[in-house]
């Protein structure tokens, strides 16, 4: 039998903006509207309260309640990027069939930016045309468009913007597959993604496991996230869902319309909100858009992942403002269609000690009705989706597809971080299926290595800003046993930190501090933990040492040196404009490269700072000339909160993110 199915690199080029260097500061804090500790923005908004809990389904109550992400440690910060895009190129992964051609981004999360129906050439996903950052991901960069892969915790995943590994493996049917895989850091658990084209078929198959190879329990999530256009019609086997919008809880609605309104049609809603569709136990699993003739995309599952989901930005300006955000002008909106391990994302599910969870999902094109009565149209859709693909035909490339996950890639394509290939050192793990060679581990792995094989974790051998610190049980036990020098107080401060024992982090930085060679990570640190504990004037007296200190020791203007002292600059100034102390944050701002200043962030925090000043034309003038904070927070109010205290004119709309109705 002829086996047609083809993987190939190719290379898609586009306008794209520069991703830039990561954070150099541990995120020791949650992010709210100032602050650059990005906090699980998506956690903290989804808050319910006990009276909801008790009208939820009991699994559903319980997970809600599962061990929520409390700490982006041991992950840094993305939001080095700007929003100059110029020509560039991205490398691609390639599988076809003669039915269906997907490509795949794997130094970008292993996105599929593209899925196209081969014999209509019709684009089944919202394809971005450009590469543009935006601060909505767990640990800030992400772009939109695509299937993206959702793993770790509520929120789009740390790994949006980041390399994972892949390789060339076979498939089941004798063809071949395209896997990905990767460390999940927040979490401390490998998965994989493989890919595959069965002959002659329009569904694309794609197989997930998620393991814990660990002696506890740990809490996973899994939410894959489909962006299609916004002008659908969004089907899916509910007459319910879970509804999350700007009210800011979670509350049943009817399916399609409720207030007089279909909330299927993306365009109906004025706001951005989550419709979470309650799919009764035992229905097929699935989630269509379709547009205006019928035709579109479908997604179904083997039955272990069992939420579906709608996400509209809404057709206010809040959202439309969002959507220009993230591509060039001209382009036509999106939605998101998701399928995931629970009902919501705001649960997690256990994964017990060495055990693992698997399923199977399908991607392809859907011929169906997308107007008439709600239950009819369902059951119509779901019919079609029968004929094309049964689903006892999903459940057999399952089973079929489960002995060949253990499969070791025939060749490698890509590769991701040196993060598994530590782990599996450490506990001499074994993995098979997906290989975490030796050859991954890099610079940023290396004290770490040497501290498993000495017990030593090594001083830097040149001045520079501190590498990222590992935050697990077993690496915090390490350090504590480790020799006490400055450099592994201050790695076991931040891994005392994440674990919640805040006085001994204070006690192991306070310690570090005579001998250190370096002050400015521990003062920085210090002051972090002052605010936590409400000491907000000693807090900006330790920033402002702390800056000072820096801009002593900085090198050089070089990548990293710019990194730290744009991060510590901009704490430092909300630090001290919060302490009301005006001269020490114009010191501050002084100190900042002029390339610095010029940012978008830096800028609003100049109109901030010259509002305190007492300069209000100035600090309006700042507004007037225009600006752009590329790592705006989705959902941050920031710029509209600013914008009142200078004037009682309307928000511009350049300005204008707001995603809920203005409150008197």
């Known amino acids: 039998m002829a086996i047609v199915t083809r993987i190939r690199r190719e290379v898609l080029t586009l306008p794209a903006a520069q ?24 956690v903290g908004d989804h808050r319910i309260d006990d009276r909801e809990r008790d009208e939820m389904p009991r699994d559903m109550a319980r997970q809600l309640g599962y061990e929520p992400l409390r700490s982006l440690l041991p992950v840094r910060v993305r939001d080095g990027y700007g929003r100059d895009r110029e020509p560039g190129t991205l490398d691609t992964l390639v599988i076809e069939n003669d039915r269906l051609r997907a490509t795949v981004l794997p130094g970008l999360g292993g996105r599929i930016a593209s899925l196209v129906h081969l014999p209509t050439g019709r684009e089944l996903l919202y394809r971005n045309p450009v590469f543009q950052p935006a601060d909505f991901a767990l640990n800030g960069a ?56 069965p002959e002659g078929s329009d569904f694309l198959h794609v197989g997930v496991r998620i393991r814990n190879p660990h002696e506890r329990p740990v809490p996973t999530y899994w939410w894959s996230n489909i962006a299609v256009p916004e002008d659908r019609r969004i089907l899916a086997p509910a007459g319910e869902a879970w509804q999350f919008g700007h009210e800011r809880r979670l509350r049943q ?26 799919v009764p136990d035992g229905r097929r699993r699935w989630i269509a858009a379709l547009d205006a003739d019928g035709h579109g995309l479908v997604q179904t599952s083997t039955d272990v ?14 959202g439309r403002r969002w959507q220009q955000w993230l591509t060039e002008p001209g382009t036509g909106g999106y939605c998101e269609i998701q ?48 004929a094309v693909l049964p689903r006892a035909r999903v459940e057999e490339a399952h089973a079929a597809w489960r002995p060949y996950a253990d499969t070791e890639p025939v060749e490698i394509l890509a590769a991701g971080s040196g993060w598994g290939a530590l782990e599996a050192l450490r506990a001499d793990w074994k993995l098979p299926g997906t290989p975490f060679a030796e050859s991954t581990l890099g610079e ?15 001083e830097p051998r040149r001045v520079r800003p501190p590498g990222e610190t590992l935050v697990a049980p077993h690496w915090r036990d390490m350090l504590e046993t480790a020799p006490a020098t400055p450099h592994t107080e201050y790695h076991l401060g931040v891994a005392q930190w994440h674990a919640g024992d805040r006085a001994q982090a204070v006690r192991s930085w306070e310690r570090a501090l005579p001998l250190a060679p370096s002050l400015w990570p521990l003062l920085r640190c210090l002051a972090v933990a002052d605010q936590e504990s409400g ?41 001290l404009l919060r302490a ?31 509002l305190a000043e007492g300069r209000g034309a100035a600090a309006r003038a700042v507004f007037d000339a225009g600006f752009e904070v590329a790592d705006l927070r989705e959902g941050t109010e920031v710029i509209g909160r600013l914008w009142a205290r200078l004037t009682d004119d309307p928000l511009p709309a350049r300005y204008d993110f707001r995603m809920r109705p203005e409150t008197p």
């Open 19 to 42: 991703l830039g260097p990561d954070n150099p500061l541990p995120p020791l804090r949650p992010l709210d509207d100032g602050g650059t500790a990005h906090v699980l923005e998506a």
């Open 444 to 458: 940023a792995q290396a004290p770490w290595l040497e501290l498993v094989r000495t017990g030593s974790l090594p």
């Open 142 to 197: 992400w772009y939109s468009g695509g299937i993206e892969w959702n793993i770790g915790a509520t929120g789009h995943t740390t790994l949006s913007c980041a390399p994972l590994h892949a390789a060339r493996v076979p498939a089941p049917d004798g063809g071949e597959m395209l896997r990905l895989w990767e460390w999940e850091r927040l979490r401390d658990l490998p998965f994989q993604v493989d890919l595959w084209l």
């Open 339 to 386: 399928a995931g391990l629970a009902r919501t994302q705001l649960e997690h599910v256990r994964l017990d000690p060495g055990s693992e969870v698997s399923w199977l999902e399908a991607y392809g094109p859907l011929d169906a009705p997308g107007e008439g009565e709600w239950t009819a149209l369902v059951q119509s859709a779901e019919e079609r989706l029968d």
């Open 535 to 575: 000491h907000h004037e000693r807090a900006a007296e330790r920033y402002a040492e702390a800056f000072e200190d820096l801009c002593g020791e900085r090198r050089d203007d070089g990548e990293s040196w710019t990194a730290a002292v744009a991060a510590l600059g901009r704490e430092a100034l909300e630090a």
């Open 253 to 278: 609605v009817p399916v399609p319309s409720y207030d007089g309104i279909d909330r299927t049609r993306p365009l109906n809603s004025a706001y951005a909100a989550d419709y979470f569709y309650e």
């Open 580 to 610: 009301r102390r005006t001269a020490d944050a114009r010191a501050v701002w002084d100190g900042l490269l002029p390339a610095v200043r010029l940012r978008g962030r830096f800028r609003l925090l100049e109109a901030e700072l010259l």
């Open 305 to 318: 992942l069992r939420g579906r989901k709608l996400f509209v930005w809404g057709s206010g300006p809040g």
